[in-house]
């Protein structure tokens, strides 16, 4: 079993469905492997988009090692074109949580794509690029390039000059995978089961007991956020 955290949770979600198999990659009676795949894969991502919404905005800053996405953070040190563009297409991010010029000791300001074109405006004090004030940007759609402004040679002279901290999109999972890919520590297997459920529920034509599951993990973290708050007051 190469990837036992995934294949332990196929195998445990045969179980809930009723369905029950040895192998992770073994067919049920009534769901398939690559249909309990498919489900937590879904459920994964449901998850994900979960709590990303519920967190928007608690990234930011010095404040983004949350523990519920610690296994999404990543940093890699990467180098620009000959246009300081840099390209990212490999890694999958979601969102630029910091961005920093290893040589120049420079850390820039991340903004939105939809902001980029005020970057360049010298009356947009907030927005407006300047070597003293660096931005950076996720390109859209793609997510495949981070534009630093203003384009400047100096931003360009070194190689393996940038230190990127990303949060990351999960994986695509797959059974008897060569690498345990499962990005979710363990403290939230029972959320991706039970989202997994609501999936197969709603296959199965009960969208009720799909609302039920949903909205059962939903109220579980939303109230961590609530208290989360509080305690920062």
Known sequence: ??????????????????DPVGAAGTDGVTYSSALRTEYLNIASKMFWNMLYNTNKGHFRKDNFKIDRFADFINEVTLSSGASSDITVSSYKIAEILQLCHIDLGIKFNVI?????????????????ATEQSPK??????????????????????????????????????????????????????????????????????????????YQSVLNEYVLDIQEMKEVKK
């Open 112 to 128: 939105n794509a939809s902001e980029a074109l005020l970057a360049g405006m010298s009356a947009e004090k907030m927005y407006y």
């Open 136 to 213: 950076c940007y996720l390109a859209y759609p793609g997510r495949a390039t981070i534009y630093v402004l203003p384009n400047v040679a100096a931003y360009k002279s070194q190689t393996n000059k940038y230190k990127l901290t990303y949060l990351k999109y999960p994986e695509t999972y797959t059974v008897n995978s060569a690498t345990e890919l499962l990005e979710w520590n363990a403290s939230f297997h029972t959320s991706l089961l039970k989202l997994a459920m609501a999936q197969a529920l709603q296959d199965d034509g009960n969208q009720q007991a799909f609302d039920n599951y």
């Open 1 to 18: 079993m190469p990837s036992p955290i995934f294949d332990g949770l196929n195998i445990r979600l045969s179980v809930l469905l009723n």
